[in-house]
């Protein structure tokens, strides 16, 4: 089972403010990414990380930020939080490229 | 641009029965996986198929890939109310040194009693 973390689980903002989202994980995965999921809807990545000091944007635009001080934490922020940000955000990490990545329960955001 | 397309995205089907759903993506890559994921929650590791001619079994679910057309198929044998989820296809690429997974939409599957 894989040991990965997320928080809060579910969070309801006001438009304007800052807000991070947190991921950790316990099995010294060197890659983490971040997907952002409207609901039935497919994963898009938003950033990905390949170890401490590394973080990458993905595919899908977005103003949020990350960083990797430390390999067990990725954590994405947004400096100011809007409606069009309302979405799940799920954390994953993997061991190595091509390995699995295993997926933390998901923040879902609602940005009022 | 990787485009990774399931079919169908929406099955609904009879506790018993058999289906085949499949997967198709536009570019060349060697590595597919399959995610299932329950209303509300995150997604769960189900096969990882990292060759041509890959089948993996678990239980009701048979996975394969045939990286020569570019198709992933997941077989539901028998099918059982627990069955129902989401189930994701992804597809692993290269891209400038940078690996990603490209995920297709989904397909939500609902197996009636």
């Known amino acids: 089972e894989a040991d990965i973390y997320q928080t809060p689980r579910y969070l309801v903002i006001g438009t304007g403010k800052k807000i991070t989202l947190e991921c950790s994980q316990t099995m010294g995965h060197d890659k983490m990414y971040w997907y952002q999921q409207d609901p039935g809807m497919e994963l898009h990545l938003i950033h990905y990380s390949y170890g401490v000091n590394s973080t990458e944007k993905g595919d899908l635009s977005s103003e949020s930020t990350v960083s990797r001080i430390r390999t067990e934490h990725f954590p994405l922020t947004l400096e100011s939080a809007r409606p069009s940000h309302t979405s799940q955000y799920l954390c994953?990490?993997?061991?190595?490229?091509?390995?699995?990545?295993?997926f933390g329960a998901g923040t879902r955001l609602s940005v009022l | 641009e990787l485009k990774v397309e399931q079919n169908p995205l929406f099955l609904s089907m009879q506790e018993g029965k058999n289906y085949t759903i499949y997967c198709n993506y536009s570019?060349?890559?060697?590595?597919l996986y399959w995610y299932r994921q329950d209303p509300g929650k995150s997604l769960e590791s189900l096969f990882v198929?990292?060759?041509?001619?890959a089948v993996k079994q678990e239980g009701r679910l048979m996975a394969s890939l045939d990286t020569k057309a570019r198709l992933s198929t997941l077989h539901i044998t028998a099918a059982v109310h627990d069955l129902s989820a989401t189930y994701f296809c992804?597809?692993?690429?290269?891209?400038?040194?940078?690996?990603?997974?490209?995920f297709g939409k989904g397909m939500k599957l609902t197996v009636n009693p």
């Open positions: 570019t060349t890559s060697d590595r």
């Open positions: 992804a597809v692993d690429i290269v891209e400038g040194g940078s690996e990603k997974l490209v």
């Open positions: 994953a990490s993997s061991l190595t490229v091509g390995n699995i990545q295993y």
């Open positions: 198929l990292l060759s041509n001619g």
